[in-house]
């Protein structure tokens, strides 16, 4: 069976196709982050999984709960995702729209962690590095880990740069060890 990844990547690259086009990705980030968080309801994933319930009924679940909130093309994009069954797969539907989204901004997604809490002057300070590092717009997401000691973890995408005490204390008791 396919990974949701591959499954998911067609509707996420028809759907910026639109929005990119009609010059509404910010709409259609909007929608799908909605669209998303409806889908992992508890009892809207039991009606989703329902074999009693029609593709039209679930695709009309998700209409009503955003009743206003969705535009013509994004009620009709839950309509034909809920009449193949894909409708589970929204969460990774706009989390691929999202990098591509990012791409064409020239944006990246950095994921911070620190041992403490950073204040203002700092998360520039460090943004600023990394936008100069990377050559794009940096997005950062801060989250707290004691478990460093001290000092930063950064992730963006698959590369990471661990300025953190527990790293420092890793490399020092290998180079000790050897």
Do not use: C
Request: zero cysteines.
């Amino acid at each position: 069976m396919a990974e949701p990844s591959t499954i998911a990547r067609p509707y996420a690259e028809a759907v910026f196709k639109l929005a990119d086009e009609g010059g509404k990705l910010a709409d259609w980030s909007a929608a799908l982050a909605m669209l998303a968080q409806v889908s992992e309801n508890d009892r809207v994933q039991a009606a989703m999984n329902d074999p009693n319930q029609s593709a039209a009924q679930v695709a009309g679940l998700f209409v009503s709960i955003l009743s206003g909130n969705l535009s013509g093309d994004a009620e009709n994009f839950v309509r034909v995702m809920a009449e193949n069954r894909r409708l589970g797969l929204l969460g990774e539907v706009r989390k691929q729209f999202e990098a591509l989204k990012n791409e064409r901004e020239g944006v990246v997604e950095a994921d911070l962690q620190s041992a403490f809490e950073l204040s203002g002057a700092q998360l520039a300070e460090l943004v600023a590095a990394l936008e100069k590092r990377t050559g794009r717009k940096v997005r950062a997401q801060v989250h707290i880990d004691k478990t460093l000691i001290g000092g930063v973890r950064v992730v963006i995408g698959d590369k990471v740069i661990d300025g953190s005490v527990r790293a420092q204390l890793g490399t020092l008791e290998s180079a000790l060890k050897a």
